[in-house]
């Protein structure tokens, strides 16, 4: 039991490459989220998705796609990567508005 | 929106020393929870704790919703619970639950 897993742990991208940063989750929880945490911070939502099937903007959506591909597995995609989006991502899943659990985080950094 | 509130910003203690951390929100909320980011960047759950208290170890929480505050007691400090406490709290936003952030304490334990 995994519990939720990103890939990958580390990124550097060079200024408007494109990534997708993947998470899964073995809990068979509905809900999944995706954040950044920029240094010093608290965690920002970026989308989130409440069941399979269904995507709804966060705090921070701007410059990201996301895709809840299955009920394990809800992607991030950058399609034009910047420097602002240098950051640390995280993904969290939870059941119905109940507890939520985080995976590792993926550090990118964007040159 | 809801604001969330942690008290204090940065705390420095000596190992085996007491300490509690505060949590105040702006507004009815469904749910609350802890989390503990050591130096790695890893994000630990505490506590899910809507009400009540909860107890973990060295480690105990209470919230009083009515009053739209939580606490988090550490006892005994250990360096190793170094690092920075977020508490975070669930809202409805539309038809979907959302984990808004507090900024978090900075814990330092120094031996």
């Known amino acids: 039991n995994a519990g939720v897993t990103q890939t990958p742990k580390f990124q550097v991208l060079k200024t408007g490459q494109s990534m997708t940063l993947q998470c899964a989750q073995d809990?068979?929880?509905?809900?999944m989220y995706w954040y950044r945490q920029d240094p010093g911070m608290g965690l920002r939502l970026i989308y989130y998705?409440?069941?399979?099937?269904?995507?709804d903007k966060g705090e921070v959506p701007n410059g990201y796609n996301v895709s809840r591909l299955n009920k394990r597995e809800f992607s991030l995609r950058l399609e034009s990567a910047a420097p602002s989006q240098t950051s640390v991502y995280f993904c969290?899943?939870?059941?119905?508005?109940?507890?939520?659990?985080f995976g590792q985080g993926t550090r990118l950094t964007v040159v | 929106g809801i604001q969330v509130e942690q008290s204090p910003p940065d705390l420095i203690l000596q190992e085996g020393a007491n300490s509690t951390l505060r949590c105040n929100f702006s507004?009815?909320?469904?749910?609350l929870q802890w989390f503990h980011q050591n130096p790695w960047g890893q994000l630990i759950n505490l506590f899910y704790?809507?009400?009540?208290?909860k107890q973990n170890g060295r480690l105990s929480a209470t919230t009083v919703a009515t009053e739209r505050y939580s606490l988090l007691y550490i006892s005994s400090s250990q360096t190793t619970d170094s690092g920075v406490y977020f508490c975070?709290?669930?809202?409805?936003?539309?038809?979907?639950?959302?984990?808004?952030w507090g900024a978090g304490t900075k814990l330092i334990i120094k031996p």
């Open positions: 969290a899943s939870s059941p119905m508005h109940t507890e939520a659990f």
């Open positions: 809990m068979n929880h509905n809900s």
């Open positions: 998705s409440a069941s399979e099937g269904t995507t």
């Open positions: 507004d009815s909320v469904n749910n």
């Open positions: 704790i809507p009400s009540g208290t």
């Open positions: 975070a709290v669930y809202i409805r936003a539309d038809s979907n639950y959302q984990l808004i």
